[in-house]
């Protein structure tokens, strides 16, 4: 792959406009796009890890994106000026990388459905485990691809959300710069590719899309699997950025909800440094008496010790990273101090922070809410000519495609308006059709 190709700013949808200029660049013109868009405000009322509790105020998916899109500026912006040090002879404006991952990093979670990644959980049990097992057969008598619906992925979804189509809405979704969608795509195959894990970067509707997005940058596919392409690079520095981000702000909001003690926090926390430097933020610490002061200060300190770090690994690594063969992510790369704290904080996190009741309860009610959603939504637009039916299809909105000829479709259509839901509107949605909440009269 070579830069030339892959820092385009053409737009996907909107192609025959690519000439207009603006004040602004079109990468630029990415970032604001989302900041103003519905998507992206509903994520202030979808959950991270912990259920948004009212008085104490711990990270949504909003405030979340918001910071790792901060994070992905500052690795694009050094990782611009490298290649604009190193490249001299090439002319390529290579700061314009800050603006794309930082746009990228904006996006990277807005396909994610409520209650976090429970939710793509019970989405995945219901068609694995729950009635949705039933319509496996059908689907893939009519060609479409169950795996989809098995293996879930927010991540894909995403890709939908900004490049489809919906009924009433212009061609080409958001019309994003081609970069941009391709910096959003951590796993560049489909989901027959997924494998245990179950990850994958597009559904089979948008498959068309990801390929039209790898010829445009000159995305190669693997040497090793043909059914993979190789990432986009900036991928590598998305990743980075939610990576940097959501293991610190986990421990400093297990912290804030007394999950883990002040000190324990902080000691998690000071063990990304050794050194003269420990002894230097250790010495800062000390002149405040706030807990919260000292946990940001700590964490201002890890993200730019880990920006520097990923930013040299990125560069260290870039001819890797461009044939495709680079096996990230970058924060794996980091040097021993940093990266033995990481891996500490991911068992803390795993151990005490994603097993928490608080965290458990939410999975638990996800499950539920979710598979009676989907049951109540799927019955709709596979009967709709019963009663109730009728009167459920009326809260879809237009946009979403219930007459869509295919099982698949019918399906996708749910998981669309399921999906975009907040937490607070599927819980209540919920309530309603199960007649536990009603107006008042």
């Not at 619906?149 to 212009?170: C, D, K, M, S, V």
């Not at 770090?309 to 680079?326: D, K, P, Q, V």
């Not at 979403?400 to 000829?405: G, L, M, Q």
């Not at 937490?423 to 007649?435: F, H, Q």
Request: proline fraction near 3%; include cysteine.
């Amino acid at each position: 792959m070579n830069w030339n190709q892959l820092l385009s700013d053409k737009r996907f949808g909107m192609e025959k406009y690519h000439d207009r200029k603006h004040d602004r660049t079109d990468f630029q013109r990415d970032y604001d796009r989302l900041i103003f868009s519905s998507p992206f405000r509903r994520m202030q009322n979808k959950t991270q890890v912990f259920p948004l509790p009212g008085n104490i105020f711990v990270h949504n998916r909003l405030t979340h994106s918001l910071e790792v899109s901060c994070v992905g500026r500052s690795l694009g912006n050094n990782i611009g000026k490298s290649l604009l040090r190193k490249h001299v002879d090439y002319n390529i404006n290579f700061l314009e990388i800050g603006s794309i991952v930082s746009a990228a990093c904006l996006a990277h979670d807005m396909g994610n459905p409520p209650f976090s990644h429970s939710g793509e959980r019970a989405i995945s049990g219901y068609f694995a485990s729950g009635n949705g097992k039933l319509l496996e057969n059908k689907i893939k008598e009519e060609g479409g691809r169950w795996e989809d619906f098995l293996y879930f992925e927010g991540n894909a979804n995403a890709l939908r959300l900004l490049t489809h189509q919906f009924i009433g809405r212009r061609r080409g979704g958001f019309a994003l710069t081609y970069s941009t969608l391709a910096s959003i795509i951590k796993y560049p195959h489909s989901s027959l590719a997924a494998g245990s894990k179950g990850k994958f970067g597009y559904f089979q509707s948008e498959e068309e899309t990801y390929h039209l997005i790898t010829k445009e940058l000159g995305i190669k596919k693997t040497s090793t699997d043909p059914e993979k392409f190789a990432r986009y690079p900036l991928v590598h520095l998305v990743e980075a950025a939610d990576d940097i981000c959501y293991q610190v702000m986990d421990i400093e909001d297990a912290c804030k909800l007394h999950i883990l003690t002040c000190q324990e926090a902080v000691d998690h926390l000071i063990n990304f440094f050794d050194g003269e430097r420990r002894d230097r933020i250790t010495q800062v610490m000390s002149m405040v008496d706030d807990t919260n002061e000292k946990l940001a200060y700590l964490r201002s300190s890890i993200i730019g010790l880990l920006v520097e770090e990923c930013s040299r690994i990125f560069m260290e690594n870039e001819e890797a990273i461009l044939e495709g063969t680079f096996d990230g992510p970058l924060i794996k790369y980091v040097c021993e101090q940093p990266r033995k704290a990481y891996e500490e904080c991911s068992k803390t996190a795993y151990q005490k922070i994603y097993r928490a009741k608080e965290v458990l309860d939410i999975e638990l009610a996800g499950f539920h809410i979710f598979s009676h959603l989907i049951d109540a939504l799927t019955e709709a637009v596979m009967n709709p000519e019963k009663a109730y039916s009728k009167l459920l299809l009326q809260r879809i909105p237009a946009q979403y495609d219930t007459n869509n000829p295919t099982t698949y479709g019918k399906v996708q259509c749910v998981l669309d308006y399921i999906s975009g839901m907040t937490d607070i509107y599927a819980l209540d949605l919920y309530r309603k059709i199960t007649g536990m909440s009603l107006p008042a009269v």
